[in-house]
C-alpha cells in the first residue's frame, strides 16, 4: 500500500493528534497492506539561490521493513549529495517556529502597572519514522538504476524511468504496491525529466544503528526548480494530508507562487480556559482558516529572523544544528544573533488532490518582517479590588470576556454559549452576565 | 499597465484637446470622459479589496511611494519635452506596479514607479516607448535588488472574479478595441496550459488551476493591453498577443521565471518597436 508523503504537519500533530497521515515529497509506499500509521511528516528546505537541502522527516510507526518512499527529484544524486540527519535538529525547528499561546496578568487596577509575561509553548511529538527495502534487480522496463547507496540505515536507488508503465511494474514486482492513481503521476514526472529517490530501509543497518524510529533523509542538490512535490502524496486517496514545511534561507520569507499564501490570524486574545486545550484550539482554528479560504491557501505560521525570537518557544537554533540541516553558509559553533543571514518560514498546508492539484512552486521573497501564530490569554487580577479603579477594571474585565468570547467563536466556530459557560468556571468571583446592581452607579 | 494609453488618449479625449486653441494652457486634468479614470479605480478597488480582504503583504505607504515615483518621472520627463503634466498615464503605471510588485524598503517602490515612467521618456524608438513601464520595472528590479520580489500567487478565487470584473469593466468602457490582445492572450495561454496537461497526461485540474492566476489576469487586462506598446493593427496585436503568451508559457514552464507573460512582453517590446515604424508610417504626437 502506498503512502504518501507529504508531511503531515507537525502542528497539527501536536496540536492534532488525529491528524491525517502524510509523508514526505513523494509517496511513501509500504510493501503488503501493512497497516501503517504514521501521521507527522516535516520537511524542510534550505534554498540559496539554485541551491537546495531537504530534509525529510515522518512518523512512520510501522515495521522498518515495511518502510519506502520514493521522491521525485530533478537531478540524479551524487553519494555525497545524501545523508541522514538528526531529528531533534527537526523538533527543535518545530518548537521554536510553533505557533505559541502567551499570557499575561491583568495587574492590581489599584496599584502602578506591572506585567508578567510567561510562554508555555506548545511542543510537537516526537518524530518517528520506519521503513525497509532493499534494491531490486534493473528491468528491461524502460526503469533504469542510475546509482544505488546506501546511506546510514537506508538503502537507495536513484532510478530514471521511460515510462509509467515500466516504472509501476517496476515497483509492484520490487515489492511496491502503488495505487492506480500514482500512475499518471509518476508519467507526468517522467515527461518533465525528474529522477526518482526510492528509499528502503536497510534492517542490517538498522540494527547497527539502533533506536526505535528512522532518522530523517536529507538531499541536497542544484536545481532552478524551486518546488515541492505534493502530488504522489495525494494518490492514495485518503483524503486532506497535512503538510508543514519550514524553509530557511539568506534574504527572507518563502511563499508559494501557485498558491496564495496567507497568514494565520495571529495575536488574538482568547480566553483562558484555552490554555488548557490549546491544542483542540489551534487544530480547529486551522480547520477554520482553511475552510475560509476553500482549502486553497498555503498558510504561514512562523517568519523570523533566525538569530532571536519573542516571545520564544524554543531557543534559536545554533549554527551547528542549522549546518547539519543544510545551512551551509553559517559559520561552525556559536550561535546566530539577531539580523543574522537566515530566516526561517514556517509554511502548513493542508491538501488533497482536487484543492492542490499541482506541486507547490514556491519562491524567496526579500520580506524579513516578523510573524508567528500568536495567541494572548490574560490573567483577571483576583486581589481586593475595592477602589474607584477597580470598579472601572471590572467594567472592562467583563467587555473584554465577552470580546474574547466571540473572537474564539468566530475563529473555531465552537458555541459562544459553551464557550461562555466554560469562561464562567474560570471567572473566579466575577458575574459574567455583567448584570451589576442598578443601584450601583447611581450617586458615582 | 497600460500606460500606454496615456501618450495615445482615446478618440474623444483627442477631439478635446485639438478643440483646444492653440497657446492655451492645458487643464491639469483630463476630461472624465478619459477612460483612464475607469482603469485607476479598477485598479484601486482591485488594490484595496487586496488589502482588505485577502490580506497582501503591503502598506498603503507602498502604493504612495510607487505612485510618487510615477508622477515624479512623469513631471520631469514631461518638463523636459516641454509638455503639459498629465497625472493619469504614471497613476495607471503606479497601479499596476502595486498589484504585483513587492519590495521590503519602501524607496524601492519609489524606485520602481521612477523606472518604468522614466523609461517611456528615455527609452524611445521612432518617437514612442517601446517598452510597458510597469513590465519594464517588474523585470528588472527584482533581477537587481534582494528586497524586491514579485507576488504573483496572491489571488485566490474571491480575487480572481474581482480582477475579471475590474478588467472587463475598465477595458469595456475605456478601451474594447484593445479587447483582442486581452482575448488573444488568455486564449493562447489556455490552450498551452491545456496542451501541456494532455502531453503530460496531468489531470484537467491542473491547467485550471493554473489558469486561475490573478498574476496571469492582472497582466491580461491591465498590461498586454497596453495599446503604445502594441502593434497598431488587429492582426498584429493578436499575433504579438499569442507569442508573448508563447515565450511566457516557456520561461514559466522552464523555470526561467515565476512570471514569465511579464518578461515575454520587454523580451518581445523591440521587435514591436519595428514592427510600428515598419508598419504604420502615419506620425504619432509624442
Known sequence: ?444 | MTDAAYDSPAPSVEKTRTRRPAGAPAPLLAPLRDPRYGQIAAQALLISFGVLALGFNLSPLAALAAAAGALVAEYLGRWAQGRAFDPLSPLITAGSLTLLFRAEPLWLFALAGLLAVGSKFLIRMGGRHIFNPAALSLFILPLTFGGAWLSPGQWGALGLAAIAIAGVGSVVAGRAARLDTTLAFLAAWAALSFGRALYFGDPMSIPIHQLQSGAILVFAFFMISDPATTPPTRAGRILHAVAVAGLGFWLQTSWITNIGPVWALIFAAPLVGVLRIVAQPRPKET
Open chain 1, 1 to 444: 500500500m502506498i503512502r504518501s508523503m507529504l508531511a503531515a504537519l507537525t502542528a497539527t500533530a501536536l496540536l492534532a493528534p488525529a491528524a491525517p497521515a502524510a509523508a514526505f515529497c513523494g509517496f511513501f509506499v509500504a510493501k503488503a497492506d501493512t497497516k501503517l500509521f504514521n501521521d507527522a511528516s516535516k520537511v524542510v528546505m534550505v534554498r540559496d539561490q539554485d541551491r537546495t537541502v531537504i530534509t525529510m522527516v515522518n512518523d512512520y510507526a510501522g515495521d522498518p521493513k515495511d518502510f519506502a518512499m520514493v521522491i521525485p527529484t530533478p537531478v540524479v544524486l551524487k553519494r555525497k549529495q545524501i545523508n541522514v540527519g538528526r531529528s531533534a535538529d527537526v523538533e527543535h525547528l518545530d518548537a521554536y517556529t510553533a505557533p505559541r499561546i502567551v499570557e499575561y496578568r491583568d495587574p492590581d487596577p489599584c496599584a502602578p502597572p506591572i506585567v508578567a509575561l510567561r510562554v508555555p509553548s506548545p511542543r510537537a511529538k516526537s518524530t518517528a519514522p520506519i521503513s525497509d527495502g532493499v534494491a531490486r534487480r534493473q528491468r528491461s522496463l524502460g526503469v533504469k538504476i542510475e546509482a544505488q547507496y546506501t546511506v546510514g540505515e537506508y538503502d537507495i536507488l536513484i532510478l530514471s524511468a521511460k515510462k509509467s508503465d515500466g516504472l509501476q511494474i517496476w515497483l509492484d514486482e520490487n515489492g511496491y504496491k502503488t495505487p492506480a492513481a500514482a500512475k499518471p503521476i509518476l508519467a507526468s514526472y517522467i515527461a518533465q525529466g525528474m529522477k526518482f529517490f526510492v528509499a528502503k530501509v536497510n534492517l542490517k543497518e538498522k540494527s547497527k544503528v539502533g533506536g526505535e524510529f528512522l532518522r530523517p533523509l536529507q538531499i541536497a542538490f542544484e536545481s532552478k526548480k524551486f518546488m515541492l512535490p505534493i502530488r504522489l502524496g495525494t494518490a492514495n486517496g485518503r483524503g486532506k494530508q497535512d503538510l508543514i514545511l519550514f524553509t530557511l534561507t539568506r534574504t527572507g520569507r518563502v511563499e508559494t507562487v501557485n498558491y496564495r499564501t496567507a497568514k494565520i490570524p495571529s495575536n488574538i486574545d482568547i480566553p483562558l480556559f484555552v490554555q488548557k486545550d490549546f491544542g483542540r484550539f489551534y487544530k480547529a482554528m486551522f480547520a477554520r482558516a482553511s475552510e475560509k479560504a476553500g482549502g486553497r491557501a498555503v498558510f504561514t505560521e512562523y517568519a523570523w529572523d533566525m538569530g532571536w525570537c519573542d516571545p520564544c518557544a524554543a531557543d534559536p537554533l545554533s549554527n551547528d544544528q542549522l549546518r547539519r540541516l543544510g545551512v551551509y553558509w553559517v559559520p561552525k559553533g556559536g550561535r546566530a544573533r539577531r539580523g543574522v543571514n537566515v530566516f526561517v518560514t514556517r509554511l502548513h498546508v493542508r491538501y488533497d488532490a482536487k484543492t492542490f492539484p499541482e506541486d507547490l512552486r514556491l519562491t524567496v521573497t526579500g520580506d524579513r518582517k516578523n510573524f508567528q501564530g500568536r495567541y494572548v490569554t490574560r490573567h483577571p487580577f483576583t486581589g481586593d479590588i475595592s477602589c474607584a479603579a477597580g470598579d472601572a477594571y471590572r467594567r472592562r474585565l467583563l467587555q473584554r470576556w465577552d470580546r474574547e468570547a466571540k473572537q474564539l467563536a468566530t475563529l473555531t466556530g465552537w458555541d459562544i454559549g459553551e464557550i461562555r459557560a466554560k469562561m464562567a468556571k474560570s471567572a473566579k468571583g466575577f458575574d459574567l452576565n455583567g448584570n451589576e446592581p442598578w443601584w450601583k452607579s447611581i450617586w458615582d
